[in-house]
Structure formats: structure tokens, C-alpha cells
């Protein structure tokens, strides 16, 4: 049986394809942005539910970091198939963010063994920001300057988790800030 917290990230799995696939099959802005919320909620009352349950594990919180990460993936594609040009102006940090996001990764996999999973102040910024952005180009079917924002925020977040990784010794999840790294080393 699963948790309400494994239920919610499972959801949020599920939302990431299923938003593509309604996007390839042309269904209006707003209930593609319906999906979004749906799964932005779910991803907030994830950890809600897990630090008040104490469900919250290293493992639960490795698998929402994988799990919010392929849904951003999906609801990036469906917004490149939903909204023509969305991506216009915002090449450059979208190839910043996904050659650090892989460096990130192949670093962290090789280092630890497996994904970091900090849950950074600066990912809960770019929680709130590019689901913003992704659902105002949804909703009115035009690209957005908020998009190219998220993307770089989205750069900054890679970056500090990237430098959080090389400076810790071991293997940790939450890890608030690069500030914080620092002190606990």
C-alpha cells in the first residue's frame, strides 16, 4: 500500500506524460494548465505530508527530485508541441540548463551513486516561477518573457547544486542553500 505522499508523487509522474500527450492532440491551453496546477499541488503537498506523517525519507525525497524533473521535461515538450515559438529568445539558457543539469547528474551519479536531492530555497523559486510562466503560455497560447526567467533561474539552481555537490563529502538531501553546505561540511 502505497503513502499519500507516494500517491501524490506517483500522480505527478503520471502528469508529465499525460501532458504531452494532450498537448500532441491539440486540447485547449487551459486544460493543459489544469494538469500543471494539479501537479504543482501535488508536489507542495507532497512534503506537507511526509514531514507531518514522518514519511519523509532519503528515498521519498530522492523520488520526487526524479519524478519533478521528468515532469518538467514533459511539460517542456508539451509546451514546444502546445505553444509554436515558445521557446524563441530562450535558447541559450534552456541549453545552459539542461548541459548543467547532465553534467550535474553524470557528476553526482559518479561522486555519490545516485542523485543529489537538496530541495534547494532556489528549486522552491523555480517551483513557483516556471509553472507560472508554463501556465500563462498555456492559458493564452503565446510565448512569455517569464519563460527565459524560469530557465535562468533554472541555471542558477543547477549551478549552486552543482557546487553543493562538489563540496560535500557525502550524500545528503536536504540541503537548503549552498550557505548552508558550507557550514555543514
Known amino acids: ?11 505527478r509522474a503520471f502528469c508529465g506524460p499525460a501532458l504531452f500527450v494532450l498537448a500532441c492532440f ?21 512534503g506537507i ?15 520526487d527530485t526524479i519524478v519533478d524533473t521528468m515532469f518538467y521535461v514533459a511539460a517542456g515538450l508539451a509546451l ?8 524563441d529568445g530562450a535558447w541559450l539558457p534552456l541549453s545552459l540548463l539542461i548541459a548543467v543539469h547532465v553534467s550535474r547528474t553524470t557528476f553526482e551519479m559518479i561522486k555519490f551513486g545516485r542523485v543529489a536531492s ?15 510562466a508554463l501556465g500563462i503560455a498555456f492559458v493564452t497560447g503565446r510565448p ?26 557525502a550524500w545528503r538531501c536536504d540541503v537548503p542553500s549552498l550557505l548552508h553546505a558550507l557550514r555543514g561540511r
Do not use: C, Q
Not at 500500500?1 to 500522480?11: H, N, T
Not at 491539440?26 to 507532497?46: K, T
Not at 512569455?144 to 563529502?169: H, K, Q, R
Open 49 to 63: 505530508i511526509a514531514r507531518r506523517t514522518g514519511t519523509a525519507t532519503p528515498s521519498l525525497r530522492m523520488a
Open 26 to 46: 491539440r486540447f485547449n491551453g487551459r486544460a493543459l494548465a489544469l494538469v500543471l496546477v494539479a501537479a504543482v499541488l501535488s508536489d507542495i503537498f507532497d
Open 80 to 87: 514546444g508541441v502546445a505553444v509554436p515559438g515558445a521557446y
Open 144 to 169: 512569455t518573457v517569464l519563460l527565459a526567467a524560469g530557465l535562468w533561474l533554472g541555471v542558477a539552481n543547477e549551478l549552486e547544486g552543482f557546487t553543493t555537490s562538489a563540496i560535500l563529502p
Open 118 to 132: 537538496y530541495h534547494m530555497w532556489s528549486s522552491k523559486a523555480l517551483g513557483l516561477l516556471l509553472p507560472l
Open 1 to 11: 500500500m502505497l503513502s499519500a505522499p507516494e500517491l501524490l508523487i506517483a500522480f
